[in-house]
Structures are given as C-alpha cells and as structure tokens.
C-alpha cells in the first residue's frame, strides 16, 4: 500500500529547529518528486519546498528561503524538511506528497501531487 507518513513536528520556541522527515512505505522514493506543503489554521494549503527524484534541483517558497533546507535519501526511502529560525507564522500542519516524475523538475502547486501523508504539527509559540 503506497503511504506517506510524516513524523518530527512539535511546538518550539521561536527562532528554534525542527527536522521533519516524511517516510515512504509500499514504495521507492527514485522516481518521484517530493514537495513539502503546510496548512495554517483558516488558511490555504501552502507548498513550501520540493526536490527533484535525484535530489539536484530544489525550490522554495520566498517564505522560508533561507531558513528551510529540504533534501531526500532514496535509499532509505525517506525525505526531509529542515526548519530554523522559526517565526510564529511558521506555525501549521505540515504534509509530505509525491508524484511520479522524471528529469529535473519539482512543483510548489499541490495539484501536481497524488500521493499525500497525513500531516504533522508545527506549533512556534514562546
């Protein structure tokens, strides 16, 4: 059964970290792009940041460039999301998703992806 599932989401101080990570099960991760989207509450689904199936091309919201950093471990079948400098408006459910894909691409727009997790929360609060 294909299925994502994200893990590592928590409340934190502003300014401080998170690592969530987003693994794959039923599946290889090779061939498909993989983007990271968050829901405030009362707000739209934001895409966030997503990277290519090799990993060589990735791609920011302005929101979090800078801050952010995304990346992917094939082998492993996971992928990654790390959060620094956190600012309370980083506050929101965060999802993983995939598409099949190949070549390097990757997409911010969350009707690219067919594959979704269930979301963990990141709460920024001091």
């Known amino acids: 059964q294909f299925q994502l599932v994200e893990s590592g989401g928590g409340l934190v101080q502003p300014g401080g970290s998170l690592r969530l990570s987003c693994a794959a099960f039923?599946?290889?991760?090779?061939?498909?792009?993989i983007g990271w989207f968050r829901q405030a509450p009362g707000k739209g689904r934001e895409g966030v940041s997503c990277?290519?199936?090799?990993?060589?091309?990735?791609n920011y919201a302005d929101s979090v460039r800078g801050r952010f950093t995304i990346s992917r471990d094939n082998g492993k079948k996971m992928a990654y999301l790390e959060l620094n400098s956190l600012k309370p408006e980083d506050t929101a459910v965060y999802y993983c998703?995939?598409?099949?894909?190949?070549?390097?691409?990757?997409?911010?727009?969350?009707?690219?992806?067919?594959?979704w997790g269930q979301g963990t929360q990141v709460t920024v609060s001091s």
């Open positions: 990277i290519s199936t090799s990993g060589g091309l990735t």
């Open positions: 998703a995939a598409r099949g894909s190949s070549g390097s691409v990757c997409y911010l727009e969350s009707y690219e992806y067919d594959y």
């Open positions: 039923g599946f290889t991760l090779d061939n498909y792009v």
